[in-house]
């Protein structure tokens, strides 16, 4: 089937005809049951009617407080039952709407034609998936020749839909899950929340209604705002519209964040159609809005949802591209061109991820080995479920469904996890909500063991409502990128001020330049990932300032790490001096390893820069050993620097090398530690 062939039937079941015959009537004599209470409880049914038959989701919404103060007066009128019971089924919670639509068929069976047919939604909602069954099938068999075959193709989607669910609920990951509260969520839709490597901040997308207060046609909501917020001792700071340039009157929703926060990618749009924009963070200030390739932004297409790889070369996202389409909105992937000004054109993920109705959110891991994404498709429990694939042996695998507790019978979407593999954020309309959909914080407690709460995991289950599930027969497996985050301030040496630095990571292996970010000039603040099995050089630079570097050697099986650093940068002046991190001998020698030539070449450049720079190139040694080879050996070290140098092109006249031995230790020499800190290459500046 068709995706669009799909939306029509939707539109047919989801909106009741405006004819006599299709309208849900409450008689004024039938409901009438005492005088007392009657006008009032009338007028409350004439307001929530007119709000019914506007068809719109907000309307719906707003019918509920009619229609429950008129049911107070007289709750046994099957037809206000019904009524209430499908305001529930278009807004939300839609879990709600089961005891008034059982109710309604209670007292009168045939008090709608499609009354069983909304009793089974109200049942497939609230998880009865095999009675909601029952009530598909015996609508069905109620139905013309001619309106099954019109009706049959959606009902029998909800009954697969139901038999899911069945068998998803004995799949149950082991997990606490939580409201973010109404700090993040509103009575309004909020979703898409997009945090920063290590979690301590936020930007979401909310239909609450700030910027200019605009109602969107097509759904009849507010349109779609930025926000964003902070994590504050363990707890998030008011939510704040991140305002203009990024908001305005139009569509403006979340769907990319930079690992440190800095660089946002989000999506701007009227009723149909769109385009992805960037917009980075200076100071406190988001500026710089620029319009993504023009290969990832198409004509007459929507490109909603999209993240990238760790070194940001691929590009996944979620488009309703018709070339190629297995209907509806696929994900898509495209390539960063080799001279990285822009994407190549975009090719779908193929039939074993995309299905024939919508994909939704995606965010695949920074190595690019499990994509997790929403679908209505595949083996979906109802609406948008959550899905996660691994890539190997050169494929997608086929798409696994989270189950529960995470996905619900309704709409599940905007998946993301932490680096740290044990929380993750997603959007749900849930009846513990605050009002349409929600941001809940997962805490993945993982399948290895019994479950054995540590005393921060007791902590969080007092403060979150866990998920219990009876059916526990297999674990959830949830997987991740094993990842070390580094982060801290930049600031001069000498005063503490904040700077804007860049910060380069290279692998010294190859040489090649992994990820390049910048230091916030407000804060000083910077974040960085990475990945592990690598050997990192690891530089931080401004303008009239030394370089500071450093090496990290993450090996391939550790587990997500946080490493604070907190950088003084030397301004460049007579005195000023740094440690080679990065520069490399061979063991006991002095020739220099070829790892050692990517922050080499980076202090030759500064003299490209300062050409009157001269610089003091000494080698230095750990006590062991007599003063005369260390000494022989310090010096020869700086030798070879400076001979490295020369032969970039520095002139001999700038350059100075010292041998020290073991004169000026920086550390112990009685620990290997120490004795490994002592053995190094400083540059200290003579004049400039």
């Not at 009865?128 to 068999?141: H, L």
């Not at 996905?407 to 309309?429: E, K, Q, T, V, W």
């Given at each position: 089937m068709n995706a669009f062939k799909f939306i029509i039937i939707m539109i047919l079941f989801f909106s009741l005809s405006s004819t006599a015959q299709e309208r849900i009537s409450v008689k004024k004599k039938e409901f009438k049951v005492t005088e007392e209470g009657f006008q009032e409880a009338w007028k409350n049914v004439k307001k929530g009617n007119f709000l019914f038959y506007q068809h719109r989701q907000l309307s719906y919404r707003d019918a509920i407080p009619y229609y429950k103060d008129a049911i107070a007066y007289n709750s046994e009128n099957a037809e206000l039952n019904l009524l209430l019971s499908i305001c529930y089924l278009r807004s939300d919670p839609k879990s709600e709407s089961l005891a008034y639509a059982q109710k309604a068929v209670d007292l009168k069976e045939e008090v709608h034609h499609m009354s069983l047919f909304f009793l089974a939604r109200a049942l497939h909602y609230n998880m009865?998936?095999?009675?909601?069954?029952?009530?598909?099938?015996?609508?069905?068999?109620s139905l013309s020749a001619k309106d099954l075959e019109e009706q049959s193709p959606i009902i029998d989607k909800y009954i697969s839909e139901c038999e899911s669910g069945i068998s998803l609920k004995r799949k149950t990951a082991r997990v606490i899950i939580e409201n973010l509260g109404q700090s993040i969520n509103s009575e309004f839709d909020d979703y898409g929340s997009i945090l920063s490597a290590d979690g301590s901040s936020m930007v979401f997308t909310s239909r609450r209604g700030i910027s200019g207060d605009r109602i969107n046609l097509l759904d009849h909501k507010y349109f779609?705002?930025?926000?964003?917020?902070?994590?504050?001792?363990?707890?998030?700071?008011?939510?704040?519209?991140?305002?203009?340039?990024?908001?305005?009157?139009?569509n403006d929703a979340a769907v990319a964040l930079s690992e440190d926060g800095q660089k946002l990618i989000f999506y701007r749009g009227r009723e149909r159609d769109g385009?992805?924009?960037?917009?980075?963070?200076?100071?406190?200030?988001?500026?710089n809005i620029h319009d993504l390739s023009h290969k990832l932004n198409r004509k007459k297409s929507q490109e909603s949802s999209i993240c990238f790889n760790a070194d940001i070369t691929?590009?996944?996202?979620?488009?309703?591209?018709?070339?190629?389409?297995?209907?509806?909105?696929?994900?898509?992937?495209?390539?960063?061109?080799?001279?990285?000004?822009?994407?190549?054109?975009p090719v779908n993920l193929g039939d074993i991820i995309n299905s024939e109705y919508d994909e939704a959110s995606v965010y695949v891991t920074p190595d690019e080995k499990m994509i997790y994404f929403s679908s209505k498709?595949?083996?979906?429990?109802?609406?948008?479920?959550?899905f996660v694939s691994e890539y190997k042996y050169d494929s997608w695998s086929v798409p696994r469904n989270l189950?529960?507790?995470?996905?619900?019978?309704?709409?599940?979407?905007?998946?993301?996890?932490?680096?740290?593999?044990?929380?993750?954020?997603?959007?749900?309309?849930?009846?513990d909500g605050h009002g349409g959909f929600d941001i809940y914080h997962a805490i993945l407690l993982g399948p290895e063991k019994p479950l054995q709460l540590s005393n921060e995991d007791e902590l969080l289950a007092s403060i979150a409502v866990p998920i219990k599930e009876s059916f526990i027969e297999e674990s959830m497996q949830i997987s991740y990128t094993r990842?070390?985050?580094?982060?801290?301030?930049?600031?001069?040496?000498?005063?503490?001020?904040?700077?804007?630095?860049?910060?380069?990571?290279?692998?010294?292996?190859?040489?090649?330049?992994?990820?390049?970010?910048?230091?916030?000039?407000?804060?000083?603040?910077?974040?960085?990932?990475?990945?592990?099995?690598?050997?990192?050089?690891?530089s931080v630079?401004?303008?009239?300032?030394?370089?500071?570097?450093?090496?990290?050697?993450?090996?391939?099986?550790?587990?997500?790490?946080?490493?604070f650093k907190d950088i003084q940068l030397q301004p460049m002046t007579p005195g000023s001096k740094i440690i080679l991190h990065n520069t490399f001998f061979e063991s006991g020698k002095s020739s220099l390893r070829v790892e050692s030539y990517s922050e080499l070449n980076r202090l030759a450049k500064m003299f490209e820069k300062y050409p009157g720079l001269v610089l003091e190139i000494s080698g230095h040694t750990d006590s062991r050993g007599s003063r005369t080879v260390n000494q022989r050996l310090s010096l020869a070290r700086a030798k070879s620097v400076v001979d490295y140098l020369k032969g970039q092109g520095v002139n001999a006249a700038n350059l100075k090398a010292v041998g020290y031995n073991f004169k000026y230790p920086v550390a112990s020499n009685k620990t290997e530690e120490g004795r490994q800190e002592n053995r190094r290459v400083e540059a200290k500046v003579l004049s400039n």
């Open positions: 009865k998936f095999a009675r909601a069954i029952d009530n598909y099938d015996t609508y069905k068999e779609e705002d930025i926000y964003t917020s902070n994590l504050v001792r363990d707890k998030w700071e008011d939510a704040v519209n991140i305002g203009a340039p990024v908001n305005t009157d139009w385009d992805l924009l960037s917009a980075t963070l200076k100071g406190s200030q988001w500026k691929t590009a996944y996202f979620v488009s309703d591209i018709d070339d190629g389409s297995y209907g509806g909105k696929d994900i898509y992937y495209s390539l960063l061109s080799e001279n990285g000004k822009g994407w190549t054109k498709g595949h083996n979906s429990m109802g609406g948008y479920d959550i189950g529960f507790p995470i996905n619900s019978p309704d709409d599940d979407f905007f998946m993301s996890i932490l680096m740290n593999g044990r929380d993750a954020y997603y959007s749900s309309s849930r009846i990842m070390t985050i580094v982060k801290g301030s930049v600031t001069d040496y000498n005063t503490g001020k904040p700077l804007a630095a860049t910060i380069e990571l290279v692998d010294n292996k190859t040489g090649k330049l992994i990820k390049k970010a910048t230091s916030n000039e407000n804060s000083g603040s910077y974040l960085i990932s990475l990945p592990s099995g690598k050997d990192y050089g690891f630079n401004a303008d009239g300032y030394m370089f500071h570097s450093e090496n990290f050697v993450v090996p391939e099986a550790q587990d997500y790490k946080e490493i």
